[in-house]
T-cell receptor, first 113, second 114 residues
Framework: NAGVTQTPKFRILKIGQSMTLQCTQDMNHNYMYWYRQDPGMGLKLIYYSVGAGITDKGEVPNGYNVSRSTTEDFPLRLELAAPSQTSVYFC????????????FGPGTRLTVL | AQKITQTQPGMFVQEKEAVTLDCTYDTSDQSYGLFWYKQPSSGEMIFLIYQGSYDEQNATEGRYSLNFQKARKSANLVISASQLGDSAMYFCAMTNSGYSTLTFGKGTMLLVSP
């Protein structure tokens, strides 16, 4: 199993540009999450999904959108990028009926200039 | 709302010594889970240990143990016999019985010296 994979690893955006951060898991996990980590801080929840077609907002959803059309994929869309969105983005997943460990992807480092 | 507080921005310990990283939490839920994650300089999030709110025994995983004091709402991580590879950022986190979303503290940077 590859676990949770994220692409790209790094990206630089100009203010106002848009992009999609990709997240895929091959563990058949039903719950998936997006977190952001600002410098020197802990992770904050952006959006989460409990299954295909079901998403909900987390603590910091403004400026982002998500979709979940399949169990495996949970892309995060940034519209009109702003410098405040400079952060490291982590995708995570878990099987709701299994162990409590959330599996994290390696992260995407995004800089908005 | 849930809240995690880690009051130690940084900790120093010598190799082979034990170290305790503090974590206090606040929640109105009766059922919740407490986690510790390690984040080395490479950036990945590594799961260390989990404690459920109804677990009577403190969780242990190898050199890691979680000192769970429910009445004090604390969930301190104890690392025994520190190693140089333990140098990293450590995050305490909690989840409720809902959709397993995690609330993180700000972290503690641990430096292990020879």
């Amino acid at each position: 199993n590859a676990g949770v994979t994220q692409t790209p690893k790094f990206r630089i955006l100009k203010i106002g540009q848009s992009m999609t951060l990709q997240c895929t898991q091959d563990m058949n996990h039903n719950y998936m999450y997006w977190y952001r980590q600002d410098p020197g801080m802990g992770l904050k929840l952006i959006y989460y999904s409990v299954g295909a077609g079901i998403t909900d907002k987390g603590e910091v959803p403004n400026g982002y959108n998500v979709s979940r059309s399949t169990t495996e994929d949970f892309p995060l869309r940034l519209e009109l990028a702003a410098p405040s969105q400079t952060s490291v983005y982590f995708c995570a997943s878990i099987f709701s009926g299994g162990d409590n460990e959330q599996f994290f992807g390696p992260g995407t480092r995004l800089t908005v200039l | 709302a849930q809240k995690i507080t880690q009051t130690q921005p940084g900790m120093f310990v010598q190799e082979k010594e034990a170290v305790t990283l503090d974590c206090t939490y606040d929640t109105s839920d009766q059922s919740y889970g407490l986690f510790w994650y390690k984040q080395p300089s490479s950036g990945e999030m590594i799961f260390l240990i989990y404690q459920g709110s109804y677990d009577e025994q403190n969780a242990t995983e190898g050199r890691y143990s979680l000192n769970f004091q429910k009445a004090r709402k604390s969930a301190n991580l104890v690392i025994s016999a520190s190693q140089l590879g333990d140098s990293a950022m450590y995050f305490c986190a909690m989840t409720n019985s809902g959709y397993s979303t995690l609330t993180f503290g700000k972290g503690t940077m641990l430096l292990v010296s020879p």
